[in-house]
C-alpha cells in the first residue's frame, strides 16, 4: 500500500495519455465481450436445447400443412412419448405494426412435457377448462397492460365460419419460454376451438411437437416418423430443437472466425498501442528511475512498479468495457432471442486484460531495469 501514491504519480503524470489508455482498454474490451458474449451464449443455448423433442412438419416447408389425421400414426411410432398438434397464425392487435403469433395447442394432460413453455397449474387447468381462453407471454403481457379476465381482439387472415376474421380470445393466464428461438409476442390458445371455429384449413397442423422417451434415440425416432410418411402426399420432416438451435446459428456464417478474427485485430492493435505508449512514457521518466535507483529500488522493483502500473489502468478499463457489453449485450443478441452474456466471458476479460497489460508492459519495464544510474540522471 505504501507504493500506492508512487503509481499514482506514475501513472497521472501525462494525464491526457493515461485516459487515453483507459478508453482505448475499454473500448476494445467492450467489443470483446459482445462478440465474445454472442459467441459463448450461442453455444450454450444450442447445449441447452431439448435434444429430446422433435418438431415435425412438412417436408415441402414449414407453411404446408399436416392433416391432423397424421397424430395417430405418430404416436404409434416406437419411442414417442407425447405428441401434440400445432396450429399458427399471426394476428393484429389495435394496428397492423402491433403483430401478434396465435399458437394453437390441444392442452391435454401431459402437454406441456412436449413444450419449452413455463405455465402454473393453474393457468393450464384454466386454459383446458376455457374454450375461448388464452395464455399470454409475460413480456406481451406487461408490454400492454393485460391481466387476467381481459379480452384481446385480434384482426387475422384465418376466416371464422361466420366470414369474419375478427377472433377475440380470453385471457387466463400466462406462460414463459425457455427457449431461445421463441418469438416473445405470443399467446397459445385452444387447438380444437381454433379449429372449429375456423372456416379454411379444418383438421390441418403446421406441426406437431413430439416428445421422445429416450433424448439418445431422438434421431432415430425422427427417422421413423419420416419413413412412415415417405413417399405419402403428407412426407415430413422431424428436427430436434437442438438440430434447429444449430441450424439457426449456422445461418449466420462463420460466426466463430469471424469473432476470433475480430477480436484478434482488436487486441493486437491494443498491444501495440498501449505498449507504444508506455515505452514513451518510460524515456521521459528516465532520470525519475534513475533517482528511485539511488534510493535502492533494484532492477526487479522497477520492473514490478511498472508493471503494477499497467495493471492499475487496464484491469479498471477492462472492467468498465466488460460491463457496458454486459449492458448492451440484449441490443446485440436480438438474432437470437433470450441470449445472456455469461459470467465466464467476463471472467476471461479480466484475465486477457491482466496478460495483455502485462504484455504490453513487458518491454518497457525491462528497458527501465536496464536504466543505469549515472546515465539515466545525465538525461541521456
Do not use: C
Not at 470483446?32 to 451464449?41: N, T
Request: no cysteine; aromatic share 8%; hydrophobic share 50%.
Amino acid at each position: 500500500m505504501r507504493f500506492l501514491p508512487l503509481l499514482w504519480s506514475g501513472i497521472w503524470r501525462k494525464r491526457g495519455r493515461s485516459i487515453l489508455i483507459f478508453l482505448q482498454v475499454a473500448v476494445a474490451f467492450t467489443l470483446f465481450g459482445v462478440l465474445q458474449g454472442l459467441k459463448s451464449g450461442a453455444e450454450h443455448a444450442v447445449a441447452a436445447a431439448r435434444a429430446d423433442l422433435l418438431i415435425v412438419h412438412s417436408r415441402l416447408s414449414w407453411s404446408e400443412p399436416l392433416p391432423l389425421g397424421l397424430l395417430g400414426r405418430i404416436r404409434s411410432v416406437p419411442g414417442v412419448k407425447e405428441a401434440i398438434p400445432v396450429a399458427l397464425a399471426l394476428g393484429e392487435y389495435q394496428n397492423p405494426n402491433q403483430k401478434i403469433g396465435i399458437v394453437a395447442i390441444r392442452p391435454a394432460t401431459g402437454w406441456l412435457s412436449a413444450f419449452t413453455f413455463q405455465v402454473p397449474p393453474r393457468y393450464a387447468a384454466a386454459l383446458r377448462a376455457t374454450r375461448t381462453g388464452a395464455l399470454v407471454r409475460v413480456r406481451l403481457a406487461r408490454k400492454y397492460g393485460w391481466k387476467i379476465g381481459d379480452r384481446i381482439p385480434l384482426l387475422t387472415q384465418v376466416p371464422q365460419r361466420d366470414g369474419s376474421t375478427n377472433w377475440t380470445f380470453d385471457v387466463v393466464g400466462t406462460y414463459r419460454d425457455s427457449d431461445v428461438g421463441g418469438a416473445s409476442d405470443t399467446i397459445l390458445v385452444n387447438y380444437d376451438y381454433w379449429n372449429e371455429a375456423r372456416f379454411t384449413g379444418r383438421n390441418t397442423v403446421h406441426h406437431f411437437n413430439v416428445e421422445v422417451a429416450d433424448a439418445r434415440e431422438a434421431t432415430a425416432v425422427g427417422d421413423a416418423i419420416d419413413a412412415r410418411f415417405a413417399n405419402s402426399p403428407d412426407e415430413t420432416r422431424s428436427e430436434s430443437l437442438r438440430e434447429m438451435a444449430q441450424a439457426n446459428v449456422r445461418s449466420i456464417g462463420d460466426i466463430e472466425f469471424l469473432i476470433r478474427a475480430v477480436v484478434s485485430a482488436v487486441v493486437a492493435s491494443l498491444l501495440f498501442a498501449t505498449a507504444t505508449m508506455m515505452i514513451q512514457s518510460v524515456r521521459e521518466r528516465t532520470s525519475e528511475i534513475a533517482v528511485l535507483k539511488t534510493l535502492g529500488f533494484t532492477s526487479a522493483n522497477v520492473v514490478l512498479l511498472i508493471l503494477a502500473e499497467a495493471l492499475v489502468i487496464f484491469l479498471p478499463a477492462a472492467a468498465s468495457g466488460l460491463a457496458l457489453a454486459t449492458r448492451a449485450f440484449p441490443l446485440a443478441s436480438r438474432f437470437l432471442h433470450g441470449l445472456t452474456m455469461p459470467w465466464t466471458v467476463v471472467a476471461a476479460g479480466l484475465g486477457a486484460a491482466a496478460l495483455i497489460a502485462v504484455g504490453s508492459a513487458a518491454i518497457p519495464a525491462a528497458l527501465a531495469a536496464r536504466i543505469e544510474v549515472a546515465t539515466g540522471l545525465a538525461g541521456q
